[in-house]
C-alpha cells in the first residue's frame, strides 16, 4: 500500500496533449515519468508507475517473455457493480483478452473502437475486458456510453492494482490461455482489427 501511494504521489496523471502523447517513437504507448512528477490533468487522478517494460519491444509491440505466466491476484469492480469485485482467475477456463485503458490516455483512445470492433468478431469465445485504469470511475462509465461501443464493458479498477501488478504503461493488452496462464502482451496502441492483431489473437487457445 506504501509503495502505492508513494508511486501515486509521484506521478500526475498526463493530459493527452502532455505525457500520453509523448509516446516512444514507433511504440504509441503512454508513459509516466520515472524521474520527476509530471503536471496532472485532475488533482485526483495519477499515471500508473512505468518499469520500462518492453519500451522496446520493436515495431510490433509484443513481449513473450512472460508467456505461462499466470494473472495477478488483483481484485476490480465487474460492470454496473452488481456483481461485486472480480479477478482474472474467475474468467478462467476460456482464453481472455485483457485491455488496461484511461480516457487521458490518447493512444488508449484511439485504438478502442477497433477493440471494439474486435471483440464482436471474437465473441463469447474470447471475452474482452476493457479494465479502466481511471482513479475516477465516473469518468470511464460515462466515456464508454458516450463512445456507444457495443462490445466493451467498463471493469474499472480505481486504485491502479492491475497497472502496478504488471509494472506497466497504458495502453497495455495482454491475452491469457484457457489455463489462465499468459500467452503475449502489446504496449502501446494497435489496430486490433488489423493483420497482425488478427494473427496474435488466431493464438487463443
Known sequence: MASRVAIVCLLGVAV??????????GNGQAQADTTAATAAASPDEAAPASTGAKADAGADKVDRSHKGEAAPDVAFAAPGGKEGPTTL???????????LW????APCVKEMPTLDAAAATLGDRVPVLAISQDMDPAKAVAFLDQRRFTHLRPYLDAKLGLSLAYGTNLPTTILYGADGKEIWRVTGDLDWTGAQAKGLLAEAA
Open 89 to 99: 482467475a474467475a474468467f478462467r477456463g476460456k482464453p481472455v483478452l485483457v485491455n
Open 102 to 105: 484511461a480516457t487521458w490516455c
Open 16 to 25: 493527452a496533449t502532455a505525457a500520453c502523447d509523448r509516446a516512444s517513437p
